[in-house]
T-cell receptor, first 115, second 111 residues
Framework: EADIYQTPRYLVIGTGKKITLECSQT?????MYWYQQDPGMELHLIHY???????EKGDLSSESTVSRIRTEHFPLTLESARPSHTSQYLC??????????????FGPGTRLTVL | EDQVTQSPEALRLQEGESSSLNCSYT??????LFWYRQDPGKGPEFLFT???AGEEKEKERLKATLTKKESFLHITAPKPEDSATYLC????????????FGRGTSLIVHP
Protein backbone atom coordinates (compact mmCIF):
# COMPACT_ATOMS: atom_id res chain seq x y z
CA GLU A 1 0.00 0.00 0.00
CA ALA A 2 1.26 3.43 -0.93
CA ASP A 3 2.11 5.94 1.80
CA ILE A 4 1.77 9.36 0.24
CA TYR A 5 0.19 12.28 2.04
CA GLN A 6 -1.14 15.67 1.04
CA THR A 7 -2.11 18.62 3.20
CA PRO A 8 -4.36 20.42 3.42
CA ARG A 9 -7.15 18.29 1.94
CA TYR A 10 -9.32 21.35 1.36
CA LEU A 11 -8.36 25.03 1.12
CA VAL A 12 -10.44 28.15 0.45
CA ILE A 13 -8.45 31.37 0.09
CA GLY A 14 -8.75 34.85 -1.33
CA THR A 15 -7.18 36.15 -4.52
CA GLY A 16 -3.56 37.25 -4.24
CA LYS A 17 -2.63 34.99 -1.33
CA LYS A 18 0.53 32.90 -1.35
CA ILE A 19 -0.09 29.23 -0.62
CA THR A 20 1.94 26.05 -0.35
CA LEU A 21 0.46 22.62 -0.91
CA GLU A 22 2.36 19.91 0.91
CA CYS A 23 3.16 16.41 -0.35
CA SER A 24 5.17 13.76 1.46
CA GLN A 25 5.89 10.10 0.81
CA THR A 26 7.53 7.51 3.03
CA UNK A 27 8.44 4.97 0.33
CA UNK A 28 11.80 6.45 -0.57
CA UNK A 29 10.70 7.01 -4.16
CA UNK A 30 12.97 9.20 -6.27
CA UNK A 31 10.32 10.40 -8.69
CA MET A 32 7.47 12.69 -7.67
CA TYR A 33 4.80 14.51 -9.66
CA TRP A 34 2.13 17.20 -9.36
CA TYR A 35 -1.03 16.99 -11.43
CA GLN A 36 -4.02 19.31 -11.79
CA GLN A 37 -7.44 17.81 -12.40
CA ASP A 38 -10.75 19.56 -12.98
CA PRO A 39 -14.03 17.65 -12.44
CA GLY A 40 -14.60 15.07 -15.16
CA MET A 41 -11.37 15.95 -16.91
CA GLU A 42 -8.05 14.24 -17.42
CA LEU A 43 -4.96 14.72 -15.27
CA HIS A 44 -2.60 17.48 -16.40
CA LEU A 45 1.06 17.26 -15.38
CA ILE A 46 2.30 20.58 -13.96
CA HIS A 47 5.63 19.69 -12.32
CA TYR A 48 7.84 16.68 -11.72
CA UNK A 49 11.08 15.72 -10.03
CA UNK A 50 13.42 12.80 -10.59
CA UNK A 51 15.31 13.32 -7.36
CA UNK A 52 16.68 15.81 -4.86
CA UNK A 53 17.45 19.20 -6.42
CA UNK A 54 15.82 18.13 -9.69
CA UNK A 55 12.58 19.80 -10.85
CA GLU A 56 10.97 20.19 -14.26
CA LYS A 57 7.82 21.81 -15.62
CA GLY A 58 5.15 19.61 -17.13
CA ASP A 59 2.84 20.09 -20.07
CA LEU A 60 0.42 22.46 -18.38
CA SER A 61 1.57 26.04 -18.16
CA SER A 62 1.43 26.93 -14.52
CA GLU A 63 2.16 29.88 -12.28
CA SER A 64 3.31 27.57 -9.54
CA THR A 65 6.77 26.52 -8.40
CA VAL A 66 8.10 23.42 -6.69
CA SER A 67 11.16 22.41 -4.71
CA ARG A 68 12.79 19.10 -3.88
CA ILE A 69 15.22 19.53 -1.02
CA ARG A 70 14.47 16.15 0.56
CA THR A 71 13.55 12.88 -1.14
CA GLU A 72 10.31 12.52 0.78
CA HIS A 73 9.00 16.08 0.39
CA PHE A 74 7.74 17.86 -2.77
CA PRO A 75 5.81 21.06 -1.97
CA LEU A 76 3.96 23.14 -4.56
CA THR A 77 3.75 26.92 -4.11
CA LEU A 78 1.45 29.47 -5.70
CA GLU A 79 2.91 32.96 -5.18
CA SER A 80 -0.34 34.78 -5.92
CA ALA A 81 -3.48 32.68 -6.13
CA ARG A 82 -6.19 33.51 -8.69
CA PRO A 83 -9.68 32.11 -9.26
CA SER A 84 -8.32 30.28 -12.32
CA HIS A 85 -6.20 28.18 -9.93
CA THR A 86 -9.33 26.64 -8.46
CA SER A 87 -8.92 22.91 -9.03
CA GLN A 88 -7.96 19.56 -7.52
CA TYR A 89 -4.18 19.11 -7.09
CA LEU A 90 -2.83 15.57 -6.98
CA CYS A 91 0.65 14.50 -5.91
CA UNK A 92 2.14 11.17 -7.01
CA UNK A 93 5.35 9.25 -6.46
CA UNK A 94 7.06 6.49 -8.40
CA UNK A 95 10.01 4.18 -7.80
CA UNK A 96 10.95 3.98 -11.46
CA UNK A 97 13.96 1.76 -10.90
CA UNK A 98 12.96 -0.74 -13.57
CA UNK A 99 10.23 -2.93 -14.97
CA UNK A 100 7.72 -3.65 -12.27
CA UNK A 101 8.67 -0.50 -10.40
CA UNK A 102 7.00 2.06 -12.66
CA UNK A 103 3.64 2.42 -10.99
CA UNK A 104 2.66 5.90 -9.85
CA UNK A 105 0.99 6.08 -6.44
CA PHE A 106 -1.26 9.04 -5.72
CA GLY A 107 -2.05 11.04 -2.62
CA PRO A 108 -5.62 11.93 -1.63
CA GLY A 109 -5.47 15.34 -3.30
CA THR A 110 -5.95 18.95 -2.25
CA ARG A 111 -9.13 20.67 -3.33
CA LEU A 112 -8.27 24.38 -3.79
CA THR A 113 -10.86 27.12 -4.15
CA VAL A 114 -9.72 30.69 -4.80
CA LEU A 115 -12.35 33.34 -4.27
CA GLU B 1 -3.46 13.15 -31.41
CA ASP B 2 -4.49 11.28 -28.27
CA GLN B 3 -2.18 8.43 -27.34
CA VAL B 4 -4.68 6.95 -24.89
CA THR B 5 -8.41 6.78 -25.62
CA GLN B 6 -10.92 5.34 -23.20
CA SER B 7 -14.44 4.26 -24.06
CA PRO B 8 -17.19 4.63 -23.25
CA GLU B 9 -16.97 8.01 -21.48
CA ALA B 10 -19.78 6.95 -19.17
CA LEU B 11 -21.44 3.63 -18.42
CA ARG B 12 -24.51 2.83 -16.38
CA LEU B 13 -25.07 -0.76 -15.29
CA GLN B 14 -27.54 -2.59 -13.16
CA GLU B 15 -26.10 -4.49 -10.24
CA GLY B 16 -24.94 -7.87 -11.53
CA GLU B 17 -24.77 -6.75 -15.17
CA SER B 18 -21.24 -7.55 -16.38
CA SER B 19 -19.48 -5.30 -18.89
CA SER B 20 -16.10 -4.13 -20.15
CA LEU B 21 -14.27 -0.83 -20.35
CA ASN B 22 -11.83 -0.18 -23.18
CA CYS B 23 -8.48 1.59 -23.30
CA SER B 24 -6.82 1.88 -26.71
CA TYR B 25 -3.32 3.27 -27.13
CA THR B 26 -1.07 4.30 -29.99
CA UNK B 27 2.45 4.37 -28.55
CA UNK B 28 5.15 2.78 -30.70
CA UNK B 29 6.33 0.54 -27.90
CA UNK B 30 4.71 -0.20 -24.57
CA UNK B 31 6.62 -0.16 -21.32
CA UNK B 32 3.55 -0.53 -19.11
CA LEU B 33 -0.20 0.04 -18.98
CA PHE B 34 -1.83 1.01 -15.71
CA TRP B 35 -5.43 0.93 -14.48
CA TYR B 36 -6.63 3.14 -11.64
CA ARG B 37 -9.92 3.65 -9.85
CA GLN B 38 -10.82 7.20 -8.77
CA ASP B 39 -13.65 8.10 -6.42
CA PRO B 40 -15.04 11.66 -6.47
CA GLY B 41 -12.77 14.15 -4.73
CA LYS B 42 -10.03 11.58 -4.13
CA GLY B 43 -6.74 10.60 -5.72
CA PRO B 44 -6.53 7.68 -8.16
CA GLU B 45 -6.12 4.29 -6.50
CA PHE B 46 -3.83 1.83 -8.25
CA LEU B 47 -5.46 -1.36 -9.56
CA PHE B 48 -3.24 -3.14 -12.10
CA THR B 49 -0.11 -2.90 -14.20
CA UNK B 50 0.16 -4.88 -17.45
CA UNK B 51 3.39 -5.20 -19.43
CA UNK B 52 2.92 -7.53 -22.40
CA ALA B 53 0.21 -8.67 -24.78
CA GLY B 54 -1.71 -11.63 -23.46
CA GLU B 55 -1.16 -10.69 -19.84
CA GLU B 56 -4.16 -10.77 -17.50
CA LYS B 57 -4.62 -9.68 -13.89
CA GLU B 58 -7.57 -10.07 -11.55
CA LYS B 59 -8.76 -8.47 -8.37
CA GLU B 60 -12.15 -9.35 -6.93
CA ARG B 61 -14.73 -8.53 -9.65
CA LEU B 62 -12.19 -6.85 -11.93
CA LYS B 63 -10.01 -8.43 -14.60
CA ALA B 64 -7.64 -6.50 -16.84
CA THR B 65 -6.39 -7.85 -20.16
CA LEU B 66 -3.89 -6.49 -22.67
CA THR B 67 -3.38 -6.78 -26.43
CA LYS B 68 -0.90 -4.94 -28.64
CA LYS B 69 -3.33 -2.07 -29.20
CA GLU B 70 -5.75 -2.03 -26.30
CA SER B 71 -6.63 -3.11 -22.82
CA PHE B 72 -9.96 -4.14 -21.36
CA LEU B 73 -11.15 -3.87 -17.81
CA HIS B 74 -13.82 -6.50 -17.35
CA ILE B 75 -16.25 -6.05 -14.48
CA THR B 76 -18.11 -9.20 -13.49
CA ALA B 77 -21.38 -8.94 -11.57
CA PRO B 78 -20.71 -5.36 -10.45
CA LYS B 79 -22.00 -3.92 -7.20
CA PRO B 80 -22.93 -0.30 -6.43
CA GLU B 81 -19.63 0.12 -4.59
CA ASP B 82 -17.83 -0.42 -7.90
CA SER B 83 -19.17 2.96 -9.04
CA ALA B 84 -16.19 5.22 -9.77
CA THR B 85 -14.14 6.65 -12.62
CA TYR B 86 -11.66 4.16 -14.06
CA LEU B 87 -8.47 5.64 -15.52
CA CYS B 88 -6.03 4.05 -17.92
CA UNK B 89 -2.45 5.26 -18.32
CA UNK B 90 0.30 4.20 -20.72
CA UNK B 91 4.05 4.42 -20.34
CA UNK B 92 6.02 4.42 -23.59
CA UNK B 93 9.10 2.25 -23.98
CA UNK B 94 12.30 4.22 -24.33
CA UNK B 95 10.61 7.41 -23.23
CA UNK B 96 10.34 9.18 -19.92
CA UNK B 97 8.86 7.56 -16.85
CA UNK B 98 5.83 9.80 -17.14
CA UNK B 99 2.65 7.95 -18.12
CA UNK B 100 0.00 9.41 -20.43
CA PHE B 101 -3.48 9.25 -18.93
CA GLY B 102 -6.79 8.77 -20.68
CA ARG B 103 -9.86 10.80 -19.74
CA GLY B 104 -11.42 7.90 -17.89
CA THR B 105 -14.71 6.02 -17.92
CA SER B 106 -17.30 7.03 -15.36
CA LEU B 107 -19.09 3.92 -14.14
CA ILE B 108 -22.36 3.99 -12.22
CA VAL B 109 -23.82 0.74 -10.93
CA HIS B 110 -27.45 0.94 -9.89
CA PRO B 111 -28.79 -1.36 -7.16
Amino acid sequence: EADIYQTPRYLVIGTGKKITLECSQTMGHDKMYWYQQDPGMELHLIHYSYGVNSTEKGDLSSESTVSRIRTEHFPLTLESARPSHTSQYLCASQNGQGVGEDTQYFGPGTRLTVL
Amino acid sequence: EDQVTQSPEALRLQEGESSSLNCSYTVSGLRGLFWYRQDPGKGPEFLFTLYSAGEEKEKERLKATLTKKESFLHITAPKPEDSATYLCAVQEAGGSYIPTFGRGTSLIVHP
